[in-house]
């Protein structure tokens, strides 16, 4: 069966500083796998996506995620945090198998960036 | 624009009534979504049609109906409201062929007292 795991229920990390959200996966095959952001009281936004390829990609607002298949893992980067970053994260999986497109997500990394 | 739109923002009412919630995408995407996330902030699949076809039924009780008159649309309607059905409700629409990626829509707040 999916599943994701978040290990940290709240990430908490100075601006201007380096953060990163752990994630790591289990899924039969190569997965799909993705980065979605809430803001209090919104829906979620999607912010990139790992498919095929390069290891490292480049999303919105200046995250990237690093794909690591020996670890199951896919954590969330960005080099340099801004106070508007803070907000809810949430990693998802798909398998590639699916036909229906079906997400399993993980349980959410609160993310504080202070000034 | 918005892509993916819901109706209503915020749903308040008392148990045992029927109530509806209304999802809309302007995306041409074929494929939609309706999720719940509850108190804690966890996020789970209920359904899935795919141009007016459910594809996906997740263990969700049959008070639960969702419809979708056209793949630009998908409601649920909730019979016999329970307070464990309070919650936020999100749609979700997907495009076809290499587009994985989910859209969401801003969430509906029901409250059950």
């Known amino acids: 069966a999916q599943s994701v795991a978040q290990p940290e229920d709240q990430v908490n990390v100075a601006e201007g500083n380096p953060l990163t959200v752990k994630c790591t996966y289990s899924?039969?095959?190569?997965?799909?796998l993705f980065w979605y952001v809430q803001y209090p009281n919104r829906g979620l936004q999607f912010l990139l996506k790992?498919?095929?390829?390069?290891?490292l990609v480049k999303g919105s607002y200046g995250f990237e995620a690093e794909f690591n298949k020996s670890q199951t893992s896919f954590h969330l980067k960005k080099p340099s945090a801004l106070v508007s970053d803070s907000a809810l994260y949430f990693c998802?999986?798909?398998?590639?198998?699916?036909?229906?497109?079906?997400?399993?997500f993980g349980q959410g990394t609160t993310l504080q960036v202070k000034p | 624009d918005t892509a993916v739109s819901q109706t209503p923002k915020y749903l308040v009412t008392q148990m045992g009534n029927d109530k509806s919630i209304k999802c809309e995408q302007n995306?041409?995407?074929?494929?939609m979504y309706w999720y719940k996330q509850d108190s804690k902030k966890f996020l789970k699949i209920m359904f899935s049609?795919?141009?007016?076809?459910?594809?996906i039924n997740e263990t969700v009780p049959n008070r639960f109906s969702p419809k979708s008159p056209d793949k630009a649309h998908l409601n649920l309607h909730i019979n016999s409201l329970e307070l464990g059905d309070s919650a936020v409700y999100f749609c979700?629409?997907?495009?076809?062929?290499?587009?994985?990626?989910?859209?969401f829509g801003p969430g509906t707040r029901l409250t059950v007292t």
């Open positions: 979700a629409s997907r495009g076809a062929g290499s587009s994985y990626e989910q859209y």
């Open positions: 899924v039969s095959g190569n997965p799909y």
């Open positions: 790992y498919i095929t390829g390069d290891n």
């Open positions: 998802a999986v798909r398998a590639p198998s699916s036909n229906t497109g079906k997400l399993i």
């Open positions: 995306l041409g995407h074929d494929t």
């Open positions: 049609y795919n141009n007016k076809e459910l594809i």
